[in-house]
């Protein structure tokens, strides 16, 4: 591992661009600050490098790695949209465990994380769209909602997930996704109860909102400020409590015309 | 009806894991994490606590599970906390706060909202609260392995 970058036939750029690819697919996909930079050092100095320097805000990577001879090199990433896909995290995770064991070389390495950065992972549309649904109907059923409460509530937040696949492809319009789920799941709700006045609106909106929790800016915010990345913290608790602002917005839009 | 939301719970935490892309082989112990700390709630709010002591109970046991899966089978161990928690988040105290707000009891909207805050504040706390033990538990053991390695 000591025996210099130049010994184990790999230049500093292609060290770089290797973390800096790490780095990139780890923060697109939600990685914590930590992980990410703690990831790009062991990437790094695994490939042979004297010294490296990472530095991750949520919306881009910087990295300089210096090699025995004292050249040095800095890549920096910016990183635009971001997605959720924890099955890529664990998979670059576990990439940078075997680089570190010198399970796996280089070429090799580069090669699978290439394929990462690639391959679809996860469920199509209408998996997706079911899954969402479940969410919705569960909560539904633990607010003691009727068999067509619970019902309405698996479609309201199947509707939330087809809203986001719409709304995905717009990029860089922020929260607009989960104002626009609010309302459709609170008109959901509205209707149900117009239309059948013996059935309540109120579980049909707490299940349908359940999928707009943003679970992963919840958790990184608190993982963040712990490990001391008090940048990414903030930044990140600041998503989520701007989310959950969108969705009460959405939802009490709706409410208060129905009214 | 108590089976009945068991299975709700079960589902709900794993279709997290399906919407948030946890590995799949992954998906019974993440969605076991988030049965297992909706029951710490439920049982606690049973025996008289209130709904902020028993997310905060409950979160700090997701935390605890999430950290020994995670050094168990060497995953991150968000992808047992996202799952874990969700179904504790106090959806139908955020839905009620909207709804006094709306219809002008702010006096009622005011109080339920600082309970869903609260109750909130109490999930975050949870997770930051068994989060920072496993790190001092880690500190800890990289400290004394350090020394051991300076005496011999």
Not at chain 1, 186 to 195: N, P, Q, R
Not at chain 1, 208 to 226: E, Q, Y
Request: with cysteine; proline share 3%.
């Amino acid at each position: 591992m000591s025996d210099g970058s130049e010994a184990l036939g790999i230049s500093l750029e292609q060290i770089v661009l290797l973390s800096g690819l790490a780095g990139e697919i780890m923060l697109k996909n939600g990685a914590e600050t930590y992980r990410i930079e703690e990831t790009m050092d062991h990437m790094a100095k695994a490939c042979g490098v004297a010294q490296v320097e990472s530095f991750v805000i949520p919306t881009g990577v910087f990295l300089t790695v210096t090699d025995p001879a004292g050249r040095s090199l800095t890549v920096m990433r910016r990183v635009r949209d971001r997605t959720i896909n924890l099955d890529r995290i664990a998979k670059v995770n576990e990439l940078s465990r075997r680089l570190v064991d010198q399970r796996i070389d280089y070429a090799n390495a580069n090669a699978i994380l290439n394929d990462i950065s690639r391959e679809r992972t996860g469920f199509s549309l209408f998996p997706s769209m079911i899954a969402s649904g479940a969410i919705g109907g569960g909560t539904a059923i633990l607010q003691n909602g009727v068999f067509f409460e619970i019902l309405a509530a698996f479609v309201a937040a199947m509707l939330v997930r087809y809203i986001a696949h719409i709304v995905s492809r717009l990029h860089g319009v922020q929260f607009i996704f989960e104002f626009l789920g609010g309302m459709a799941v609170a008109s959901c709700g509205a209707f149900l109860h117009f239309m059948w006045p013996q059935l309540g609106a109120d579980p049909v909106i707490i299940g349908g909102i359940m999928p707009l929790v943003p679970g992963v800016a919840i958790t990184n915010a608190i993982r963040d400020v712990i490990a001391g990345d008090l940048l990414s913290g903030l930044s990140r608790g600041m998503e989520a409590a701007l989310t959950s602002a969108a969705v009460a917005m959405g939802v009490v839009i709706v409410l208060a015309l129905n009214l | 009806m108590l089976v009945l939301k068991i299975v709700a719970v079960f589902l709900i935490s794993a279709s997290i894991g399906i919407l948030y892309r946890i590995p799949r082989k992954l998906l019974v112990y993440a969605s076991l994490v988030g049965v297992v700390a909706w029951l710490i709630m439920y049982y606690t709010m049973l025996v008289g606590a209130t709904i902020v002591l028993a997310d905060f109970l409950a979160s700090i046991a997701v935390g605890v599970m999430a950290e020994v899966l995670s050094r168990v089978l060497k995953k991150p161990a968000t992808i047992f906390i996202i799952p874990g928690f969700i179904p504790l988040v106090p959806g139908g105290d955020a839905y009620t706060t909207m709804l006094y707000m709306v219809k002008g009891k702010y006096v009622d909207g005011v109080a339920m909202g600082m309970q869903t805050v609260l109750t909130g504040g109490a999930i975050a706390f949870g997770i930051f609260v068994s989060a920072t033990i496993f790190r001092l538990i880690i500190n800890y053991n990289i400290e004394r392995s350090l020394q051991h390695v300076d005496k011999s």
